[in-house]
Nanobody, 124 residues
């Protein structure tokens, strides 16, 4: 049974930083591209970042480029999202997802497994 469990969300002031983690179990972690998505109230799920199993290829959404960094530690079955220079518009529930693919993809429908999400709130 595949499980993805996010952690690290919380309340932060604008300009601050947070580091999200997603611990995976029940799958051969290094075979999966991992992605982060977010969803704000009343909005569609938005692609944030993705990384291949070997950490050789990265993709970022336009709204987070230069501020967010995705990374992974395959020995710990964990993917991270370092978020800097946070803005109020970054407020959302953040989800990690796993895709059995050798390239990172940006569409939610391409991902096989999802976590339950962690809330990030950025105050102005």
């Amino acid at each position: 049974q595949v499980q993805l469990v996010e952690s690290g969300g919380g309340l932060v002031q604008a300009g601050g930083s947070l580091r999200l983690s997603c611990a995976a179990s029940g799958l051969t972690f290094s075979n999966y591209a991992m992605g982060w998505f977010r969803q704000a109230p009343g909005k569609e799920r938005e692609f944030v970042a993705a990384i291949t199993g070997s950490s050789s290829i990265f993709q970022y959404g336009d709204s987070v480029k230069g501020r967010f960094t995705i990374s992974r530690h395959n020995a710990k079955n964990t993917v991270y999202l370092e978020m800097n220079s946070l803005k109020p518009e970054d407020t959302a529930i953040y989800y990690c997802a796993a895709d059995l693919n050798i390239v990172p993809v940006t569409r939610p429908s391409d991902y096989d497994y999802w976590g339950q999400g962690t809330q990030v709130t950025v105050s102005s």
